[in-house]
């Protein structure tokens, strides 16, 4: 399961609004074991294109140092598909870097935002619960 | 000489679980043929079979991302700090419509 406060969750949905007409895509800093959120990290798209994203990789690293320096890790990573719906793409589970991470979907094919999450583990995807306390 | 290395976590499993380990090398490319030849876990993981900085990893000497100076022949410093992160892409290229549910 993943555990997202609220404001880290409208945080991150208004980062993938933002980044319309192009897909958006950020990092999340996190309790490995837990799963609870409790940074977002909204990146840059180096892609800067509607079906690609590429999280910049100087971010990343600034994002990784902060995270571990207050005690946490990098332990996810979300993006929009603005198109389709909060499902991984071919592309994302070829390309998912690490198993033990939570890969977020926010679909904005729809008017109210849609957001899902999932692990990918050897190309295996499987959906976790978001949960939002308070909501 | 020697330089420090941080290992992202899905790498670590290869070096023993830690997530800094010693290597020596005056370039990054011979920094990361040092962790090759020193931990066979993370042969293809960060060098290409060509020879090249694997796609799929982002390497920095201190801040800044080795794609952006030399890649594999960038010089190493004593003291410098190098990171390997995993490179984050992907997209909804190939996401059809039979995913809409």
């Not at chain 2, 023993?16 to 293809?44: I, M, Q, W």
């Amino acid at each position: 399961m993943l555990t997202l406060p609220s404001s880290l969750y409208d945080q991150m949905v208004a980062h993938c609004l933002t980044g319309l007409p192009e897909e958006a895509c950020g990092l999340l800093g996190g309790d490995p074991v837990s799963g609870h959120v409790y940074r977002c990290y909204p990146t840059e798209n180096l892609a800067a294109s509607a079906k690609l994203y590429t999280v910049d990789p100087r971010e990343h690293l600034r994002a990784d140092r902060d995270a571990e320096g207050a005690g946490l890790s990098i332990i996810g990573v979300f993006h929009s598909h603005t198109h389709t719906d909060a499902y991984p793409s071919p592309t994302d589970v070829a390309q998912a870097p690490d198993p033990g991470w939570h890969y977020v979907l926010v679909s904005l094919a729809d008017i109210q935002p849609v957001v899902r999450s999932y692990r990918i583990v050897e190309g295996v995807i499987s959906e976790e619960p978001v949960c939002v306390p308070g909501r | 000489m020697p330089v420090q290395v941080n290992l992202p976590t899905v790498l670590r499993a290869h070096v023993g679980g830690v997530k800094t380990v010693t290597a020596e090398g005056s370039t990054v490319g011979e920094v990361l043929r040092f962790l090759v030849d020193r931990y066979p876990g993370l042969s293809g993981q960060v060098i290409d079979p060509n020879g090249s900085l694997h796609k799929f990893v982002n390497v920095y000497v201190n801040d800044d991302d080795v794609r952006y100076l030399s890649v594999l022949d960038t010089p190493v410093k004593d003291a410098d700090d190098i990171s390997i992160l995993p490179a984050v892409a992907g997209g909804s290229t190939g996401a059809g419509e039979h995913h809409r549910r």
